[in-house]
């Protein structure tokens, strides 16, 4: 019942829904609260304090972990995926731990609730990467739509690079001068995966149904019978003749038993 609710219209719908709500609550963030955040140096976690960051942030962000909590329950579309539903339902834990413990303030530092903040943020975008990787690798031989196929490989090529630009200006901010612009590759991630999101939400309407053997046909039981049906309930000369001469056939074979049992010693 679960797994049905999961792969019905509604739960499709929902999906996207969901990543388009998250996308959509971004982009007002960064149109409303551009005098407060600098969208090139500050983290993305910077508009959750302030108007209307505070609550559009963790909407945002739980909207996206809720597409990936249907990904996980509804599937990818794809042969042997239970790893890579895994690892979406992972991420949407992730996402849940990033909405509920905001980010540090300046005054208050690297507080405990922003460490959990900082890493589980950080873990659902590595997940997601990793999903990306292994839906690429396994679309290359399934019957995939090409447009989600090579979507997939971008996807996994962009966000493996952004990821690993994002972690060099996080850990090493003085290497190519990264924290001053760390803010970029942390927004880009952000549109990449959520990409991904969509896609597999677009490709999960895909179920896989196992080639069936086709089974002959039934033989009547009886000729007469199949005669009267195929006439309306009156038995055709064809009909009549096919089951006589059936009836003779098997009448012989059951005669020449007895008389052949006999000549064996």
Request: charged fraction near 10%.
């Amino acid at each position: 019942m679960i797994q049905n609710l999961f792969r019905s219209r509604a739960a499709e719908v929902t999906a996207m829904a969901a990543v388009a709500a998250s996308q959509a609550g971004f982009a007002v963030m960064h149109l409303t609260q551009s005098g407060a955040v600098d969208p090139v140096a500050t983290p993305v976690s910077s508009y959750a304090l302030t108007w209307p960051g505070i609550l559009l942030f963790p909407a945002s962000v739980l909207a996206l972990a809720l597409a990936c909590a249907i990904l996980a329950g509804r599937g990818v579309g794809l042969a042997r995926e239970g790893f890579i539903r895994f690892l979406l339902g992972s991420t949407a834990v992730m996402l849940l731990c990033a909405a509920v413990f905001r980010t540090g303030t300046p005054e208050s530092g690297l507080t405990w609730w922003a460490q959990i903040h900082r890493y589980t943020a950080g873990a659902a975008f590595v997940l997601l990467t990793v999903v990306a990787a292994l839906c690429a690798i396994r679309m290359k031989d399934a019957d995939v739509p090409d447009w989600v196929r090579r979507g997939t490989w971008w996807v996994t090529g962009l966000a493996a690079l952004t990821f690993l630009t994002t972690t060099l200006n996080t850990f090493l901010p003085g290497f190519l001068d990264g924290g001053d612009w760390r803010g970029v590759g942390q927004r880009v991630l952000l549109v990449v995966l959520s990409a991904l999101v969509w896609i597999l939400v677009a490709n999960s309407t895909r179920v896989t149904v196992p080639a069936r053997t086709a089974r002959p046909a039934a033989v009547p039981a009886s000729a007469d019978r199949s005669g009267a049906v195929a006439t309306g309930g009156t038995a055709s000369p064809i009909g009549a003749a096919s089951s006589g001469v059936t009836a003779a056939v098997a009448g012989a074979v059951v005669d020449a038993v007895p008389a052949l049992a006999g000549t064996r010693s």
